[in-house]
């Protein structure tokens, strides 16, 4: 993996992991799959994960939150 630092020298994976849309079950948040991927991309090295929640707030999946991964 590729980093860059940011302002406060922090390293940031220059590949980032956008958490706007995560494959679902149902109408949920499919949390198994979604665990997976997200690990998936930690473990390769992935540190920026990009995470736009309100956009989910829209379709009820609030009981879902980032907190419970």
């Known amino acids: 993996m590729?980093?860059?630092?940011?302002?406060?020298?922090?390293?940031?994976s220059v590949l980032g992991f956008g958490c706007m849309r995560f494959a679902?079950?149902?109408n949920a948040?499919?949390?198994?799959?979604?665990?997976?991927?997200?690990m998936a991309a930690y473990e390769a090295g992935v540190n920026y994960f990009e995470s736009i929640w309100s956009e989910h707030s829209c379709s009820g999946e609030t009981e879902n939150s980032p907190d419970h991964l």
Request: no cysteine; charged share 40%; hydrophobic share 20%.
């Open 24 to 26: 679902k079950k149902g």
């Open 29 to 38: 948040i499919d949390m198994e799959q979604a665990e997976k991927q997200i």
């Open 2 to 12: 590729q980093y860059r630092n940011d302002r406060y020298g922090n390293p940031l």
